[in-house]
């Protein structure tokens, strides 16, 4: 689970964050969180909804400000020099704010320059993050006329438009098709394979899964375990599970020696799942084993379901 | 989507950002342009229009009672007042209504806020697109009142310049009351309450001078009325040194109320 001594002295981290503290009134949305996202890789953040990952983002580019720690982005002290360290990122939030009124080719010209893309590359920026999001022929759409899918698309070819060496994605997928989901997967994969950092937040396990090298599961606003995937279901769920079928006075006895036992488990579904089965011993109830995985360790983290 | 490789190499990588930078005032300005190209005939016909009407219904109203108020012949004080209404509403409404429907609505100034543009620059450059408009748009109560007769001056080319200055303010004055508003209906209260007042008691249609002692010196607090002196003392070729104190309070109105529009919007946009 120690990517970071993997890490140590090769590079200083991509994003830093240490002790972060930030609330809105009396809720405390982000609750000391420590972070460390080393350059090159995909790094997963993992949450239910509510647990700050947003906020976190938003803190990333200075469009929230901590109440206590210290953030670093590509080595950028933030607040103090965070215009510095968005020149060489890019956003995708999780809600849209595109520009309603314009095309698509226009937002994307108005970003370049946002991004101080020089005027002779413009154009070809433009054209590249049109291809990128697989929008170049709806390039003069406007963008109340697009669907949803392809409003996320843009919102993905905006945040690229600057060819950034970091990249934040908040919840990138949602609303998308799966097929749409699938190119979008192939894309993050291709940002990290050049060596771009991405930063993504998802409510998908299988996302966090297929993508992310490192994963970090949030929990009321803070990081309440981080590893690679396999690492993460070995540590929180075991080998295998146990899958307990039957009707509600069957589950309920199975609950009870699960109890007396002192072992982990959850309803998944209509079954009961038993957390590391491979050390149940004789009074395991019959069930299906089956290998534990990265939705398994979530639940057990943080207590709570996924979609 | 494709999975095209993207160079790991940044565009900007070396380049040190500064502040107020041209660049950044040129990005957002360049969103108001797109949007200008689309509207621009609505905005040119109702500011043409306005005026006109306003010189019809004053100039055929007045103009048969009086040949002249306050020593200016009558087409001369309404063309000139009417400048400075024109400058008003283009400037005041656009910095209300845009500012917030682009903050809280449409989003936009979270976008931009997270690229490399801060509040001071993104409001910067929002209220110097609206004057500017607002400066040259100033000029088409002129260019009326010029078909009805009034006498052209080279004067006039000021103009657009005290348009500009008058209208930096009341734009940053709107968006601090798009800042401070915490719904779009509570704009009414402003209209009604300070830019109807405001308009009327500025010397615009008829003269400070018969205003009871107590409005006369809310009237010269009004910026409003500095922007008509000066436009009228411009366009009809009677510039003097009392202008050089117009010019100062439209100044410092302007600077005043930019910093504050940036102090009171930065803090709602950054959380
Ligand atoms: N601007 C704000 N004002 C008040 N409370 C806020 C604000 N932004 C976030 N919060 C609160 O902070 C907490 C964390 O929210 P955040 O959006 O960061 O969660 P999240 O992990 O992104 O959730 P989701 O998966 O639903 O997007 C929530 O309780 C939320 O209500
Ligand atoms: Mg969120």
Redesign the interface.
Known sequence: MDWKTDAAGTATAAISLRGVVKRYGPIVAVNGLDLEVPPGICFGLLGPNGAGKSTTMRMLTAQALADEGTIRVLGYELPRESKQSRLEMGVVPQLDNLDVELTCRQILTVFARLYRVPRAERTLAVERALQLANLLPRADTIVRELSGGMRRRLLVGRGLIHKPRLVLLDEPTVGLDPQVRQELWSLIDGLRASGVTVLMSTHYIEEAERLADVVAVMSQGKIVAQGTPPELVLAHAGEQVLEVYGPPAQLAEASEIVARNGWQSRRSGPALAIMRAETLDGEAPQGVRRPANLEDAFVALTGEEIE | ?????????????A???GRLEP??L???M??DV??FK?YWKATTFSSVVQPTIYLLAFGLGFGTLLKQIDHVKTIEYIATGTVATAVLFSSAFPGMFNTFIRWQF???Y?????????VEELITAEVLWISLRAGVYGLAPLLVGIAFGLEPDPGMLLVPFIGFLTGFGFAAFGVVIAAVAKTIDNFNYVTSAVLTPMFLVAGTFFPISTLPAGLRTIAQINPLYHCVQLVRDASLGALGTADLGHAAVLLGFAVVMWRIAIWQLGKR???
């Open positions: 989507m494709s999975a095209h490789a993207q160079a790991p190499e940044t565009v900007g990588g380049r040190r950002v660049a950044a040129a990005g957002v360049s969103r797109v949007i689309r449409q989003r936009t979270d976008a931009m806020l997270a690229a490399p543009v801060d946009l950054i959380d």
